[in-house]
């Protein structure tokens, strides 16, 4: 099976080792992969931002970027519900209606792919040590991937999972209202960590890296010794 990885700006920018893992991972799994060098940023800050219009170009040149694609298939779901969100942006658009249409139907978040594309459960991942899960607010309301990444981490070998008190909350990142409400945002991810903290675990793995960047920070200013894993780290591990 062939995967075009959608590796995301963070991934690309910030946390590589985690879209090396998430490579790994599928190929172990027995998918070959693709890299289009020509991806960029899927929109989203702008789009969220109300520059609608501003942010097409950018969404076109995607769409054109994983039309060959058989699977596109992202380590963010935030990312892979705006390449879901295409399909709406341009339903009028006689051209790249049906584009985004055809990608939106191709694109998963990487869990979601293991186990309803793939259907893996186990991955055949070891990873010693006690740890609680972020449920991101857009991977879980939005693109609606609530179970996958939990039944994952069920099937790791050593893994000892202890529930988020208060998951369903927001971190407090939520793209530009960090920036723009930044206030109330260090109010909220204070909390989270503070609900982290009380779980005892000593790693918060998360399926979105600008959550765990926001959290991981505060969790490093803060100096506690909880470790800040993205999930494909944790199901790529073989310790």
Do not use: W
Not at 4 to 24: P, S, Y
Not at 139 to 164: C, D, F, H, N
Request: proline share 4%; glycine share 8%; hydrophobic share 35%.
């Amino acid at each position: 099976m062939k995967v075009t990885l959608f590796a995301t700006c963070l991934v690309d920018m910030f946390k590589g080792n985690v879209g090396k893992a998430t490579v790994e991972l599928l190929e172990k799994l027995g998918c070959e992969i693709d890299f289009p060098e020509s991806q960029v940023c899927c929109g989203q800050p702008t789009y969220n931002s109300g520059y609608v219009e501003d942010t097409k170009p950018t969404m076109k040149k995607m769409i054109d970027t994983f039309q060959h694609a058989e699977y596109v298939v992202s380590p963010s779901g935030s990312c892979a519900y705006m390449f879901r969100e295409y399909q709406h942006i341009f339903k009028d658009d006689p051209i790249y209606g049906p584009k985004a249409k055809e990608l939106a139907a191709k694109t998963y978040e990487l869990t979601e792919f293991i186990v309803d594309v793939l259907k893996i459960k186990d991955v055949g991942a070891t990873f010693p040590g006690k740890v609680t899960y972020h449920t991101s607010c857009h991977m879980t309301r939005l693109l609606g991937v609530k179970k996958a990444p939990l039944t994952l981490l069920s099937y790791v070998k050593g893994l000892e999972y202890i529930e988020l008190p208060g998951k369903e909350n927001c971190c407090g990142f939520g793209g530009t209202f960090s920036v723009k409400m930044g206030q109330i945002s260090e109010q909220m991810v204070n909390e989270k960590v503070q609900h982290v903290e009380e779980t005892g675990a000593d790693y918060l793995i998360g399926a979105d890296a600008s959550c765990l960047m926001n959290i991981g920070g505060r969790i490093t200013r803060e100096g506690k010794p909880i470790k800040v894993l993205h999930i494909a780290e944790v199901l790529n591990s073989r310790v």
